[in-house]
């Protein structure tokens, strides 16, 4: 198996304060891999700073030779203005914009591929709907339509089931399954730990400091998890500069 | 009677030339409002309008009463200040807003300064920055003014992917691609080019209202943003025309008779318009059954 990523003795944060404190490892080719742990954990953090938004404070991000602007990303909270002028098919179609760019033409069969990707996620007959009229499961089925359409070789989910009914969340969790089957890469922080011992075969245990990464089954144990809680409370405005060496 | 008068009207040189004017204007400023009101800048295309000001004034004291000098000089002003402030907000934690306003401080300061160290007469500047002129549209303002609104159209058609797409999901255009930044900073020189434009049509003061009221008028009558942009180029239109003739037959600066013959439309929408007008508000119906 190849790295996808790889986290080089990473720390990243605001103002200098670690969100996330000297990681190592790596993601594997085509590995589905749970982020968990307590809010405030770091992991939107490691995150944002895998699709780029943020910088690393220290360390280093290999993501074996392809730009982060390639990563599907599905944040936490999307920015989406739900009161812009715009229907689900078009919100869908800005899919398309890894290949099509700004300028580039929408034809049939890109049309299709719009259509099978709203089909995908259960939204057929809503094509036409302004996206303020959506519930929150609807929002969500379409901005993973969206992310179907991104066909990205990695694809990373933060918390994509946190607002969303069991019966959403399944039909969602079956894309990941999907997409998993299609030998792509892809991470998703959760906090369902019966979802992740069933759907991810590998997990990242995070509480700023990494905890543990590996099977599944290896690292949700009662010890790592207990260890995690007590590991994420305090941010230390007094804090002083790290000691540990900055290069691995 | 009536086709007498209008004939009479459209014999003038300078009215004709205020009606190709004002068409030129809508078609180009329609679109620009509906993206400052969905990008929720109204006020920013307010402030910009008073911060050109200065440049205008500049190129009147270089060149006088020269079309082309003002132009530049409001260009130049007005592309400063939106690039500065953009990139600054880009570039820092500092909202857009609260840069803009200082930019815009900034520039009505030095314009003042500018002024008065070269002592020209206010009241001269006043007047003319502020109206009158404004209805005298000859064919080289014409020339400008077209030339302006058909940069600005296809400035629009090349950024219009990323505008749209920076205006629903911000987050989502950061995450694919750079073009955020050169579209927004390409939206706001286009910005600045149709206030230069309303300003030699209509005057500093109240040109702005062109670009703004047509698209808030549009709200009201759709949810899909393609016709929305159709809707404000139209009632654009139908104010500017209005507006030009009306301030014809009665002799008044034409910038406030377009902009409260846009008002009238929008009173209109607020009340009547299908999408949340107060009408419809009121006496909504029956609800559905599904």
């Known amino acids: 198996m190849t790295a996808q990523i790889r986290f080089q003795n990473l720390t990243l ?91 580039g033409g929408v034809g049939r069969k890109d049309r299709d591929t719009v259509e099978r990707a709203i089909e995908a996620v259960g939204l057929t007959g809503f094509e036409q709907r302004a996206i303020g009229t959506l519930s929150g499961g609807q929002m969500q089925r379409t901005l993973f339509a969206r992310l179907l359409l991104q066909d990205a070789p990695v694809i990373v989910l933060d918390e994509p089931f946190a607002a969303v009914d069991a019966k959403t969340a399944g039909d969602l969790l079956a894309l990941v399954r999907r997409w998993h089957d299609e030998k792509r890469t892809v991470l998703a922080a959760l906090h369902d730990m019966e979802v992740v011992k069933a759907t991810f075969p590998q997990a990242l245990l995070l509480a700023r400091e990494p905890i543990a990464w590996g099977a599944t089954g290896d690292v949700l144990t009662p010890e790592n998890i207990a260890k995690a809680r007590r590991m994420c409370e305090a941010f230390d405005d007094e804090a002083i500069a790290c000691a540990v060496a900055e290069s691995a | 009677m009536l086709s007498q008068s ?58 006088g009463l020269n079309v082309f000098a003002m132009t530049l000089g409001g260009l130049a002003a007005g592309l400063v200040i939106a690039l500065s402030a953009g990139a600054i907000s880009r570039a820092t934690k500092l909202q857009e807003d609260a840069s803009l306003a200082v930019f815009l401080l900034l520039s009505l300061a030095l314009g003042v300064v500018i002024v008065t160290v070269k002592g020209i007469d206010i009241d001269q500047l006043m007047t003319f920055l502020f109206g009158e002129t404004a209805a005298r549209m000859t064919a080289e303002k014409l020339l400008v003014i077209a030339g302006n609104a058909t940069i600005s ?49 209509l ?10 009221i047509p698209a808030a008028t549009a709200r009201f009558w759709t949810r899909d943003v393609s016709l929305m942009i159709a809707l404000a180029i139209a009632s654009g239109l139908v104010a500017g025309w209005t507006g030009v003739l009306f301030a014809f037959y009665a002799g008044i600066p034409s910038g406030p008779a377009v902009t409260l013959a846009a008002g009238l439309l929008y009173v209109g929408s607020v009340l009547f318009g299908r999408i949340g007008g107060l009408v419809w508000r009121a006496f909504p119906g029956r609800h559905l059954e599904a």
Not at chain 1, 21 to 45: F, Q
Request: net charge neutral; aromatic share 8%.
């Open chain 1, 13 to 103: 944060g605001y103002d200098r304060h670690p969100a996330v404190h000297h990681l190592d490892g790596a993601v594997e080719a085509g590995s589905l891999t749970a982020v968990v742990g307590p809010n405030g954990a770091g992991k939107s953090t490691l995150f944002k700073a895998l699709v780029g938004a943020i910088e690393p404070l220290a360390g280093a991000i290999e993501r074996n030779g392809f730009k982060p602007e390639e990563i599907a990303y599905l944040p936490q909270v999307a920015e989406v203005d739900r009161t812009f002028p715009i229907n689900v098919y078009d919100l869908v179609a800005m899919g398309l914009w890894r290949i099509k760019g700004p300028f």
């Open chain 2, 6 to 63: 209008l004939s009479a009207a459209f014999s003038e040189a300078s009215v004709r030339h205020s009606l190709a004017a004002t068409l030129a204007l809508a078609l180009a400023a329609g679109p620009i409002g509906v993206f400052l009101m969905l990008r929720r800048m109204s006020l920013v295309g307010d402030a910009m309008a008073h911060a050109i000001l200065p440049g205008v004034a500049i190129g009147f004291l270089a060149a």
């Open chain 2, 153 to 201: 159209l296809i400035g629009l058609a090349l950024i219009y992917r990323p505008l749209v797409l920076g205006c629903v999901d911000p987050g989502f255009l950061r995450s694919v691609s750079r073009a955020d930044g050169v579209a927004h900073l390409t939206f706001l020189a286009l910005l600045v080019l149709n206030l230069i434009n309303a300003f030699h049509a």
């Open chain 2, 203 to 212: 005057g500093t003061l109240l040109g702005v209202g062109i670009v703004i």
